[in-house]
């Protein structure tokens, strides 16, 4: 096996904690396989780059030889998480899991081998479990303990209802440690409580317990939550490659750093002197890099391109089309047919307001009549783009 | 089906609390023949007139023609007790949990019809529960809820650690009214808790909720402690008539009325005035009627015979032999043999501390040699007699 210091140097960069480091060293230049998990949450199938920090920590093991096992949680996913949010998910059915399960290897084969990456459902061992099983299990763990993780201890302290069975799901994740006797397991600073409850329960059950590492959460484009999808904050590495690379010039300046450690492959110091050098420049080739990552070269040159003419007020090469029928048409009524403006009072506000403009031009007229014999470029704002053209029966 | 007032009385006779009253009587008068549910702890198979306090109950209602069933926690059993004294009970196996379900039944069938009396092991449903069914049990109560049973309560308030499988045992007991769908249980009022989770989780499993009626627990002959074994303070109801006489009348003169109120059919404002009138008489009329209850009528008119010879001084009708081979003994070591001493020294220190007798008279000389050519009765202290006679060989 590879003991490249310098990969395992990457993985410890932007770590928060490791449960122990010197375990970890050992393990790495032990020679052996190791076994690396993560738990993969099946009821968040749409993959970004928040998750990407985990990911291509697992991609850097994965390259140093080591044996990568995504544990998808269709079983735990029946209960739904407690997310301290006061409200219980509603349960996904194995079905649905199963279908997000897939989706999700799909998405992380964006940055992983999928050929040499493992998928585990942990209904393979708990659906086995009977009663007898469980006891055995939960008696390894103190109430206490449990009601210490964070969202269940603020919940009890505030007499916010807790349901027995929410206490079994961090020991169900834990015990998927002990079913995959994993030597690593890596997550989110969210997960700590749990990644630690599956070294604690590996000991109880005889193995040798895992090495945790835990990174930070990144931040979304808001610069406030948790990068989201719901909270539309994100980046997804789905995501076309103009739409990433105008995302990523979205980064706030000040949490460009860690979108530099923890999404790309640039140490902390070199990030630093890259953002003290030139801000401007800094988000430019934060942005090129990301959408490089996720769709090549070409891609992120073409991108590039796009957004330096769209940022400079010059319309795109390449924009939606409209066809009219009528040889002219009114403004306001156009605005509306496109779907720039939900009325006629308001496209004809949009146009008092100057926010519309023909081949370039600001209208300043709302009640303007235009003619479709010759196409033109129709701007709404600074970014929205259509080209208007007769359907040739006029 | 039987609807009688009398008997409904007498069911309700020293209850403490009745969930609901008025739900209780209405099942008894409906006609349907109900599933009256007992809970039976199989690690403590040794019965005692602690626990005929529900047995009794029970025995009304089967007069009443319902169908009585005992739950045998041999599941339950093999995780422990959470006795609320910090310390795990052993688990017990579950052919050891039989075992005491066996011994448990041929002890009730001396209060019940055993004909009538059905047993329910409770492994029965809960071996057949696996993880999802154990999530969903749990799923029906908060951690706070089941925090405020007695004994969890005040260790989680001192920081003594309660495992979290013992939280599930509430769960499991309450699950077994569901299991039978049960229309009433009885117990003791230190079980109330588990009683009412049982009521709770039959309505989140679509069923009526059972009716719940608590009994006090009967204080041990030590006037203190609740009745156990462990704290010989018992009156076994399998013990011989003559013990369980002699035990009865050490009753506490201030807890008469409630041993005959709880382990007889003596209706509280009847023993009031019993005890009222004469509080030595009091106390033979009880000790005979628990006598007759277990023993029948001619060995409790035996057993209060003997009781007031041995009482009054006199030596028993009968009473155990020994024989002796020589002629004649030194009667300290007599004392020896028989084992109402320990040492040649103890036995002298009996002697002329008065406590040996011989034929009813008090023995001064430490060193007397007894002949043993015609039978004598040897007493010591005021209750032991043991008869000698010679083998003939002498």
Chains 1, 2 share one sequence.
Not at 27 to 38: A, D, V, Y
Not at 323 to 338: A, G, N, Q, Y
Not at 339 to 366: C, L, M, Q, W
Request: charged share 25%; aromatic share 8%.
């Amino acid at each position: 096996l590879d003991i490249n210091m310098e990969k395992i140097e990457l993985i410890k960069s932007g770590a928060i904690q490791i449960y122990s480091e010197q375990g970890l060293i050992e393990r790495l230049r032990s020679g052996r396989r190791l076994t690396i998990k993560l738990g993969a949450d099946p009821s968040r199938p749409d993959l970004h780059l928040g998750h990407s920090v985990v990911l291509r920590k697992l991609k850097l093991f994965q390259e140093l030889g080591h044996r990568i096992v995504f544990v998808i949680g269709d079983f735990t996913a029946m209960i739904g998480d407690p997310t301290g949010r006061n409200k219980t998910r509603p349960a996904l059915t194995l079905e649905e899991t199963r279908s997000s399960g897939e989706s999700y290897f799909n998405q992380v084969a964006k940055i992983l081998d999928p050929v040499k990456t493992e998928i585990a459902y942990n209904s393979e061992w708990l659906s086995k479990m009977n009663f007898a099983d469980v006891i055995s299990l939960c008696s390894k763990y103190t109430v206490a303990r449990i009601l210490e993780r964070d969202d269940f201890k603020n919940r009890f302290e505030q007499n916010q209802p807790i349901s027995m069975h929410e206490l079994l799901y961090p020991l169900m994740q834990g015990y998927d440690s002990v079913a995959l006797n994993a030597d690593v397991e890596v997550g989110g600073t969210d997960q700590t409580f749990n990644l630690l409850v599956g070294r604690a329960l590996q000991a109880d059950y005889g193995q040798v317990p895992q090495e945790v590492i835990t990174f930070p959460l990144l931040v979304g484009l808001d610069g406030k939550e948790k990068m989201s999808k719901s909270l539309d904050n994100y980046i997804g590495i789905d995501e076309p490659a103009d739409v990433m690379f105008e995302k990523a010039m979205k980064v706030p300046d000040d949490l460009l750093l860690d979108y530099y450690v923890l999404t790309t492959d640039t140490l902390e110091q070199d990030a630093r002197a890259i953002i003290r050098k030139d801000i401007r420049e800094a988000h430019f080739r934060y942005a090129f890099m990301i959408t490089e990552m996720y769709h090549g070269r070409q891609a992120a040159e073409s991108a590039r391109k796009r957004y330096l003419q769209v940022a400079g007020g010059a319309a795109p090469d390449r924009m939606p089309e409209f066809t009219v029928s009528e040889p002219e048409i009114m403004l306001c009524e156009l605005l509306m047919r496109v779907g720039f403006s939900s009325s006629k009072g308001e496209a004809r506000r949009n146009i008092a307001g100057r926010g519309v403009k023909i081949n370039g031009v600001t209208v300043e007229d709302p009640m303007l009549k235009v003619a479709v014999t010759e196409p033109f470029i129709l701007q709404f704002g600074k970014n929205r783009f259509i080209k208007i053209r007769s359907d040739g029966h006029a």
